[in-house]
């Protein structure tokens, strides 16, 4: 197998780079939107990063891959299992990105009745989706802005809660639903409604590299990718490790990393001198910098660590007038916010 182009390879975009990094060491970001327009790397990062993630340790016969020594993740059977005392088999799985296809049904998004069990057996089974396939990998939906809206609320709706529910024709069936949503779109192709785009814990506008002396190595590195995929990926082996190795490391680090009450009124204030609607902007913040210390070996969050990831938490919740003529930087309430209370990188 070739395999995909080398996360660590991709020149520049470092804000595109750092979500996609936030998403893989805390799922609790709840899902990573990358805007911008073709030909900026968006669909070859997400397809990237499946290849840092860990392999996780799972239950060998069950579809949802669940994991064997937690039972609140385990789909109906495995728990049933578990509780009645089975030794579950276990075996190690690479983590993988699952596409979502936009011509899909709800019912291939939440699964539907097995119809060729119901109709030679007479037995109403059930044949899961493509969010039990999602479970505990990487959920991609490219083009998310074309998605019909009630298949990106569902898709939503299973993300934040962690499971999919399915009820319909006599059957009733609840399963672990937990991955890491991304979605890439072309905001010239149309945008998402400001409801759904609220509910991506971290967006990030991505743009062409300008620099001339990038672009250049930009067209070099694919040149050499078409031309010998196996050798190119082997030139990054070292630092692809090095960052798949950063990123279990920081998953382990996550909970014990410190987010002082000075820190959280300094989030707090941000989001209310930014207007922002409701709490998901604060709680967002709060995880995503406690993400990002992790990430860069760091114990406690600082007003830097906060800075680094306030426009991908808050730009897209930001308030905007259609009449709006002010071009000012909307993170400046934020800078004023740190220059009176003395705060500096």
Not at 143 to 149: G, H, I, P, R, S
């Amino acid at each position: 197998m070739v395999g995909t182009y080398p996360f660590t390879a991709i020149v520049d975009q470092r804000a595109m780079k750092r979500g996609l990094l936030l998403a893989a060491v805390n799922p609790d970001v709840r899902g990573v939107l990358l805007r911008g327009e073709r030909g900026t790397a968006k669909s070859t990062a997400v397809r990237a990063l499946a290849d840092l993630l860990p392999e996780h340790e799972s239950v060998a016969d069950c579809p949802y891959g669940c994991p064997p020594d937690d039972p609140d993740r385990m789909c109906e059977e495995c728990t049933a299992r578990h509780a009645a005392g089975e030794a579950l088999p276990t075996e190690r799985r690479p983590m993988r990105v699952v596409d979502l296809p936009l011509n899909a049904s709800e019912d291939r998004l939440v699964g539907t009745i097995h119809l060729e069990a119901a109709v030679q057996e007479g037995e109403r089974r059930f044949e899961s989706g493509i969010l039990a396939e999602a479970n505990r990998n990487v959920l991609y939906v490219d083009e998310v802005n074309l998605l019909d809206d009630h298949l990106v609320d569902v898709l939503l709706d299973a993300a934040a809660m962690g499971e999919n529910v399915v009820e319909r024709e006599g059957v009733s069936v609840r399963h672990p639903a937990e991955f890491i949503l991304v979605g890439t779109m072309n905001p010239e192709e149309g945008d998402l409604r400001p409801q759904l785009l609220d509910r991506f814990g971290v967006v990030v506008d991505v743009e062409g590299v300008d620099e001339v002396d990038d672009r250049v190595e930009i067209s070099r590195r694919r040149a050499a990718f078409d031309e010998d995929p196996l050798a190119f990926r082997e030139q990054y082996l070292d630092d692809q490790r090095r960052l798949r190795e950063s990123i279990a490391s920081a998953r382990e680090r996550l909970d014990a990393v410190t987010l002082s009450d000075e820190i959280a009124r300094l989030i707090a204030g941000t989001n209310v001198r930014l207007e922002v609607d409701g709490h998901r902007g604060d709680i967002t913040l709060r995880r995503a910098a406690r993400t990002l210390a992790a990430l860069e070996d760091e114990s406690e969050v600082t007003p830097r660590t906060v800075r680094r990831v306030t426009r991908m938490c808050l730009e897209h919740r930001l308030k905007r007038l259609p009449f709006e003529e002010d071009e000012k930087d909307p993170m400046e309430a934020f800078h004023a916010e740190r220059k009176e209370r003395g705060l500096t990188d």
